[in-house]
């Protein structure tokens, strides 16, 4: 029953048709209700300059662009047009996004960008294909997506079920990523229902 619910909630994300092109606006709406506005907890790494609890400034996060990652930024004072501007152009962009054709694994990716890091989920799209191409031939994990990359996943996701199919397993392979940071880190467990929760609800 389980992964049947899960496969219903891939399709309607996902969609019935790939939109022409993938829009950055659009996924950006859905980015900005996961992260809300401004928060500062002195327990999250990533609200100090110096991305360690305690080092740096405590200057927080607001729409998801945190003091950890761009510690010249004025956090508290960002607007939604500036987290955008910085989302479009070392994200979005970083990340080659706008070649997808699928509205909704384009925001799946944007979204584990925002939250895990832009490398990482470029790195989560790389074990994907490898996982899906059944070449025999794996694209190396260096964080760089390419436009052959792009092209591959627009030619592979234009099933229906083989859309479903990668959403699937590039989530799972997040949810394995958000486990090992909370292994990792004991100050993050209290984030990993969350995490889960944002990547499966």
């Known amino acids: 029953m389980r992964r049947f619910k899960l496969l219903v909630a891939a399709a309607v994300l996902c969609g019935a048709t790939p939109a022409y092109a993938a829009d950055c606006a659009t996924a950006l709406q859905s980015i900005f209700r996961n992260e809300g506005g401004y928060q500062c907890m002195r327990g999250d790494s990533g609200n100090w300059t110096g991305a360690h609890v305690g080092?740096?400034?405590?200057?927080?996060?607001?729409?998801g662009i945190a003091a950890?990652?761009?510690?010249?930024?004025?956090?508290?004072?960002?607007?939604?047009?500036?987290?955008?501007?910085?989302?479009?152009?070392?994200?979005?962009?970083?990340?080659?996004?706008?070649?997808?054709?699928?509205?909704?694994?384009?925001?799946?990716?944007?979204?584990?960008?925002?939250?895990?890091?832009?490398?990482?989920?470029?790195?989560?799209?790389?074990?994907?294909?490898?996982?899906l191409n059944g070449t025999g031939s794996d694209v190396p994990l260096n964080a760089r997506i390419t436009p052959a990359m792009v092209a591959w996943v627009n030619v592979y996701t234009k099933p229906r079920e083989q859309r479903i199919l990668f959403y699937l397993v590039f989530q799972a392979l997040r949810s394995e990523r958000y486990a090992a940071i909370a292994r990792q880190d004991h100050n993050k467990r209290q984030f990993l229902e969350d995490w889960l929760l944002r990547t499966w609800g």
């Open 55 to 63: 080092k740096g400034e405590l200057k927080g996060t607001k729409y």
């Open 68 to 131: 950890s990652s761009y510690p010249k930024e004025d956090i508290k004072g960002m607007t939604l047009q500036r987290a955008a501007q910085i989302y479009r152009r070392d994200f979005w962009g970083f990340l080659r996004l706008d070649g997808l054709k699928s509205q909704g694994i384009a925001t799946t990716i944007l979204d584990t960008g925002v939250n895990c890091g832009a490398g990482t989920a470029a790195i989560l799209v790389e074990k994907t294909v490898n996982i």
